[in-house]
């Protein structure tokens, strides 16, 4: 199967339990971000993103919490579904890019256990 | 995979060949990526453009090649001086490369593998 995912942090939880998943950027400057999702052998796709004017961000049954100050993003998933078990990266758009090119974290991989 | 074809889907490479791995999109998008992905690491931009015929290199460029004559097609070629090609390839595009909003939408990715 996909190897992707190896070594990787790790978290696992009930189906119907809430997720949060972290993420630590190092560049203070970064001004937007994005959390993607990657299924097992399939690319990432575009769950939520967020600037960094703002702390919160909504959508369906995800939450993207940004803290300036401590430089963390968190992704929160609301009653979890076996469906989210993937690996989830957090992206960034570092400062003084000149376009929009993204710096991807490690990844995270949720597993939801039915 | 939102309008970006990735193929094949898996390519075997033999030592000291070139191999291409094709990506189209029809979603109209300005800016294309080629990115690597390895076991236990995130994605690694290998090379990026941002309108047609014009291409920058991205943090793992050496051993690979692109070209970007049309605005659809962005192929990565994986030369011969690649000497660790075995990864997942993944392609991606954006409308603009504003960095302001710049959502990437991905492929589905090409696993090379070296015989």
């Known amino acids: 199967g996909e190897s992707v995912g190896l070594h990787l942090p790790t978290l696992s939880v009930q189906e119907g339990d809430n997720s949060i998943i972290n993420c630590a950027y190092s560049n203070s400057a970064s001004d937007y971000f994005i959390w993607y999702k990657q299924e097992s052998g399939k690319g990432p796709q575009f769950i939520i993103d967020i600037r960094s004017n703002m702390d919160k961000r909504q959508g369906q049954r995800v939450t993207v919490l940004l803290n300036k100050t401590v430089k963390h993003l968190s992704l929160q998933i609301a009653a979890t579904q076996p469906g989210d078990s993937a690996v989830y990266f957090c992206a960034e758009i570092p400062g003084g890019t000149s376009y929009g090119k993204l710096t991807f974290g490690q990844g995270t991989i949720l597993t939801v256990h039915p | 995979d939102g309008g970006i074809t990735q193929s094949p889907k898996y390519l075997f490479r033999k030592e000291g060949q070139n191999v291409t791995l094709s990506c189209e999109q029809n979603l109209n998008h300005d800016a294309m990526y080629w990115y690597r992905q390895d076991p236990g690491q995130g994605l690694r931009l290998i090379y990026y453009?941002?309108?047609?015929?014009?291409?920058q290199k991205g943090d793992i460029a050496e051993g690979y090649s692109v070209s970007r004559e049309k605005k659809e097609s962005f192929p990565l070629t994986v030369t011969s001086a690649q000497k660790n090609p075995t990864a997942f390839y993944l392609c991606?595009?954006?409308?603009?490369?504003?960095?302001?909003?710049?959502?990437?939408?991905f492929g589905a990715g090409t696993r090379l593998s070296v015989l």
């Open positions: 991606a595009s954006s409308i603009v490369p504003d960095r302001a909003k710049n959502i990437q939408y």
């Open positions: 453009s941002q309108i047609v015929n014009d291409f």
